[in-house]
C-alpha cells in the first residue's frame, strides 16, 4: 500500500480563501484523524472518523472547519474563510482500528495564508 | 483527559554518543503510551509502543523506552546516535484501547560529528 496520501502538499492562499485538504487513508482502514500541527500549540487532534462517520469533533477550532468523509477512501477538510493563524502542517492518519493499534501518517500538508 | 510534558525543546549529542529524551505524562486512566519520529518534511513515523506488559520496549532504529508508572514517564534512549536519527520526536499517550493521540511538544534531536 502505498500509506495515508495528502494533497496538496503545499497550499499557499490568501486571507478569507476558502481551503480544500485532501486525504485518502490506507485502504482497509476504518478510522481516519485529522491532526494541525502549529509551533505554538504542537499536535492538535481536529475529528476523527469511524467508517465515514464523524466521530469526536470537539477538537474542531471553529466554524470557519469543516470536514467530510464520502466514502472509505476519501476525506476532506475545509475552511472557509481562511486566516492567517490558520497556517500550519495538517496531517491526515489513518488506522485499522481503535484498540491497540497504531495510526499511520501522510507526509502532511502545509498550509499557508497570507 | 490526558497531557504529555516533554521537557526538552532541543537536545543536542555528539556521533555516537548515548541519548535519553524525557516523557512525561498525567492521564485519569490507563494509557497506552507512543514516540513518533518526524524527519524534516515528513510525517510522523511510529518507532515504538507500549501497550502492556514488559516495561521495556524496544523499537526501529536502535531507539528504546522504558515505561515508569510510578514516575508517570517514558523516556527514549538510543545507546549510541547516528547523524541520520536527526529528527524531531514525539511523545504521544492514548487512553487504553483507543488510537486517538495526545503528543507532547516534541523534542528536536541534532546530531553532530
Known amino acids: 500500500d502505498a500509506g495515508v496520501i495528502q494533497s496538496p502538499r503545499h497550499e499557499v492562499t490568501e486571507m478569507g480563501q476558502e481551503v480544500t485538504l485532501r486525504c485518502k487513508p490506507i485502504s482497509g482502514h476504518d478510522y481516519l484523524f485529522w491532526y494541525r500541527q502549529t509551533m505554538m500549540r504542537g499536535l492538535e487532534l481536529l475529528i476523527y472518523?469511524?467508517?465515514?462517520?464523524?466521530?469526536?469533533d470537539s477538537g474542531m477550532p471553529e466554524d470557519r472547519f469543516s470536514a467530510k468523509m464520502p466514502n472509505a477512501s476519501f476525506s476532506t477538510l475545509k475552511i472557509q474563510p481562511s486566516e492567517p493563524r490558520d497556517s500550519a502542517v495538517y496531517f491526515c492518519?489513518?488506522?485499522?482500528?481503535?484498540?491497540?493499534?497504531?495510526?499511520?501518517f501522510g507526509q502532511g500538508t502545509r498550509l499557508t495564508v497570507v | 483527559a490526558q497531557s504529555v510534558t516533554q521537557l526538552d525543546s532541543q537536545v543536542p549529542v555528539f556521533e555516537e554518543a548515548p541519548v535519553e529524551l524525557r516523557c512525561n505524562y498525567s492521564s485519569s486512566v490507563s494509557v497506552y503510551l507512543f514516540w513518533y519520529v518526524q524527519y524534516p518534511n515528513q510525517g510522523l513515523q511510529l518507532l515504538l509502543k507500549?501497550?502492556?506488559?514488559?516495561?521495556l520496549v524496544k523499537g526501529i532504529n536502535g531507539f528504546e523506552a522504558e515505561f515508569n508508572k510510578s514516575q508517570t514517564s517514558f523516556h527514549l534512549r538510543k545507546p549510541s546516535v547516528h547523524i541520520s536519527d536527526t529528527a524531531e520526536y514525539f511523545c504521544a499517550v492514548s487512553p487504553s484501547g483507543y488510537s486517538t493521540l495526545t503528543f507532547g511538544k516534541g523534542t528536536m534531536l541534532l546530531v553532530s560529528p
Open positions: 492518519a489513518s488506522s485499522p482500528g481503535i484498540r491497540n493499534t497504531e495510526a499511520f
Open positions: 472518523f469511524n467508517n465515514n462517520v464523524p466521530i469526536d
Open positions: 507500549y501497550l502492556s506488559g514488559s516495561t
